[in-house]
């Protein structure tokens, strides 16, 4: 999990975003499209047009952090294509991360058991 500090504010991006965009093209997107400061401390959730990646971008004070993960079966469940960002709570980051619809706590994917 990614050490995120009490009241950082968690926002996702709606709509498809360019997987291909590091930090100067996400935090380009957090300020054009969702109209929020890259540099002011809150992070920003990204997810490409397939779903089954996410890209975390974060400034801690120090300077940018990119994060990335990519679900080897499932896919990141993301708003509808409406545009702008859309406010998360810490507890609902961690869902997202695991692969879980974070706005109905359940596995989208559960691994089977060896057997």
């Avoid at 120090?62 to 960002?85: N, T």
């Avoid at 994917?109 to 060896?114: G, I, L, V």
């Amino acid at each position: 999990m990614i050490p995120v500090p009490s009241g950082v504010r968690v926002f996702i991006a709606t709509g498809h975003t360019d997987m291909r965009k590091g930090f100067d093209g996400l935090a380009l997107a957090a300020q054009e499209r969702l109209r929020m400061d890259a540099h002011g401390g809150q992070i920003f959730v990204f997810r490409g047009k397939r779903g089954d990646l996410i890209k975390v971008l974060w400034h801690d004070g120090q300077g940018m952090c990119l994060f990335s993960k990519r679900l080897e079966k499932g896919r990141f469940i993301w708003p509808g294509p409406v545009e702008g960002a859309i406010p998360l709570s810490q507890a609902q980051l961690g869902y997202l991360l695991e692969g879980i619809d974070w706005r109905l706590p359940q596995h989208t994917w559960r691994p089977e058991a060896a057997g």
